[in-house]
């Protein structure tokens, strides 16, 4: 009986936790083989937040399209090792693994090697992303304190901190701007 209750203990603590949320393997959505990566050590301090200044996706087979143009571009335009990001979120409220939690991106100059990466699909100069897009990074960065690849006193920033750039998006940097973690 002890076990037993255990177990429910247990099993009530996990539910207290943010679920993760769904994230499509770069197997699933069809990535090429990195020419390289680095290792990165976990937890990061960082979270950096960008946006496409693509065309938006509200559907699974959309989105991929999307992240696979994205990847080409870092890969053969950029030259880069693969897809710069560590995930990608769609307006269908999935996440793509990009880098994944524990590789360096090439996202953000003087945050690549010790931050999570993190690009929205679409263009967020003058409009928010939908409530699916926002919970999907929300419980994605939640997940990755959870798991231990993010640091809990992690600070927030958009890519705009890092190098002279518009991204995120006006209108979605100063959404990021009022989160709790932004700037500490």
Not at 33 to 54: F, L
Not at 55 to 77: F, P
Not at 157 to 184: E, M, Q
């Amino acid at each position: 009986m002890l076990s037993l209750s255990l177990f429910l203990v247990s099993l009530a603590f996990s539910a207290a936790k943010a679920a993760c949320p769904t994230i499509v393997s770069r197997a699933e959505w069809g990535a090429r083989a990195p020419t390289g990566s680095s290792a990165m050590a976990n937890p990061v301090p960082y979270v950096v937040i960008h946006h496409g200044a693509s065309a938006a996706c509200t559907t699974k087979s959309s989105c991929i399209s999307i992240v696979k143009g994205y990847q080409n571009l870092h890969m053969d335009t950029n030259g880069w090792a693969d897809i710069g990001y560590s995930f990608i979120v769609g307006e269908d409220g999935n996440v793509y693994e990009g880098r994944g939690w524990s590789k360096v991106g090439a996202h953000a100059p003087g945050f690549n090697s010790n931050s999570i990466g993190i690009c929205v699909i679409g263009d967020f100069t003058s409009r928010n992303p939908n409530s699916l897009a926002i919970n999907a990074v929300k419980d994605l960065i939640q997940c990755g304190v959870d798991l231990g690849k993010i640091k809990s006193t992690y600070s927030l920033r958009g890519h705009r901190d890092s190098s002279a750039t518009a991204c995120p998006g006006n209108t979605f940097y100063n959404l990021i701007k009022t989160w709790p973690a932004y700037g500490v």
